[in-house]
């Protein structure tokens, strides 16, 4: 068998895509739990930090198990590290030029 060609145990995958699907439950519903909660120390900024860590773990779960990025290979990696840099330029460049407008323009 070549490397590609690798037997599957459907039950034990059928179990782990339950376990990953109730994990992503959890996820959002304390997404949901922690913005309403008015516990997490400082106020809006606190929520949505924590917000922000819980998505980051569910991306992680749908990304990585669901849509089987972890058992992927060097090239998916490669451009999917590329896209992510460009995103992050492209974020980058559009908060740097947020304060520039061009000459006659009224700033708001």
Not at 29 to 42: C, E, K, N, P, Q
Not at 55 to 81: D, P, Q, R, W
């Amino acid at each position: 068998m070549s490397e590609s060609e690798q037997p599957v145990d459907l039950k034990s995958y059928i179990r782990l895509c339950a376990v990953i699907f109730l994990v992503v439950l959890c996820t959002t519903s304390a997404m949901i739990a922690a913005s309403f909660s008015d516990h997490l120390g400082s106020g809006w900024t606190g929520r949505v930090t924590v917000i922000l860590g819980i998505a980051v773990i569910n991306a992680f779960l749908v990304a990585g198990y669901l849509m089987h990025l972890l058992s992927e290979k060097k090239l998916v990696y490669t451009v999917l590290c590329f896209t992510v840099f460009f995103f992050i330029g492209l974020m980058g460049l559009t908060l740097w030029a947020m304060g520039n407008f061009p000459v006659g323009t009224i700033n708001h």
